[in-house]
């Protein structure tokens, strides 16, 4: 996940021209398909961005699961269509989504999750093969912050807040969450957000993001660094240099 905290707002501006049928149940149809929980459009000067917004506001855009199927029934229309180049998943100013729908899952059986693969369709986002990106602000939590990881890259809003307190529900994370965000923020940043189910703001996001980056990037250097010691011409270039006179450097 790379995360950049950019105004969200730049990137879900509309530009007005893509034909949206909006009927009085609040159904959107595009493309000749109808969404209860998610507005689908084509964006941008060029109408090359394939835009999705999560539309259940009463709510704070919780995840249900017809939405996450919503989801992925957009992302496959955009990657069926070759005028499109990118995806932006977003939410609203208050929420990116708060999670999986609590209620929705409320009453599921062990049996249910288990034997139906729980939660399994919504990898669909992190298997598109266009650049999909999240547009956040407000709430990221629980199933709202794995999805926006899910993207390949996160804009975040100044009033963005990623959290996953599944905890506090009694559960863990359950898409991805204790894997990518670790990978996001770091293992000791990521173990104390998931054992006490404290958000993160944007700034904060950004700058735990960025100090693994760099741990990750010395850690890479120090790997190719010793990789030069199984060469000749570093051998040749230390003992030139040892020797007083010019390395006799052959691409070895
Ligand atoms: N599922 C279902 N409904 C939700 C929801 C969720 N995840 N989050 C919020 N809502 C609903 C509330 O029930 C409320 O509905 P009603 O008006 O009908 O009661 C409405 O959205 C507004 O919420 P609040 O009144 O709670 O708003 P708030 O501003 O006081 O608090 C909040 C906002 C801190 C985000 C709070 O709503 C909250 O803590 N939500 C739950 C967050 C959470 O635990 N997410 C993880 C879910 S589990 C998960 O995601 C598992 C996974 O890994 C996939």
Redesign the pocket.
């Known amino acids: 996940m790379a995360l950049l905290c950019r105004s969200a707002a730049l990137l879900c501006k509309s530009s007005r021209a893509a034909p949206l049928a909006v009927s009085a149940a609040h159904k959107y149809t595009t493309g000749g398909v109808t969404y209860d929980y998610i507005v689908v459009e084509k964006r941008g000067e060029k109408q090359n961005v394939g835009f999705i917004q999560l539309n259940r506001p ?3 855009n ?2 249900c699961d017809g939405l996450m199927l919503e989801v992925g029934k957009a992302l496959d229309a955009f990657e069926a269509d070759k005028d499109i180049g990118a995806v932006v998943i977003t939410g609203s100013d208050r ?1 990116f989504a ?6 929705e ?1 409320q009453n599921r059986t062990f049996q249910e999750c288990y034997g139906g693969n729980f ?1 399994a369709h919504w990898n669909r986002v992190s298997m598109s093969k266009k650049p999909v990106i999240a547009a956040v602000n407000g ?1 990221a ?4 912050c ?1 999805l926006a990881m899910m993207c390949d890259i996160i804009y975040a809003g100044e009033k963005a807040h990623f959290g996953q ?2 905890i ?2 009694g ?1 863990i ?3 991805g ?1 204790t894997q990518r965000l670790t990978r996001a923020v770091g293992k000791s940043l990521a173990m104390e957000m998931v054992l006490t189910g404290d958000r993160i703001n944007a700034q904060e996001a950004k700058q735990a993001a960025y100090e693994l980056t760099l741990a990750e990037g010395n850690r890479l250097e120090k790997r190719l660094f010793h990789s030069t010691f199984a060469t000749e011409d570093r051998k040749e270039g230390m003992t030139a240099f040892v020797e007083k006179r010019k390395a006799d450097f052959q691409d070895k």
Not at 98 to 103: P, R, T
Not at 141 to 144: A, M, P, R, S
């Open positions: 009463k709510v704070l919780a995840l929420a708060a999670g999986a729908d609590i209620k899952m939660l709430f939590l629980g199933g709202g794995e307190p599944e506090l529900l559960t994370p359950g898409a969450g």
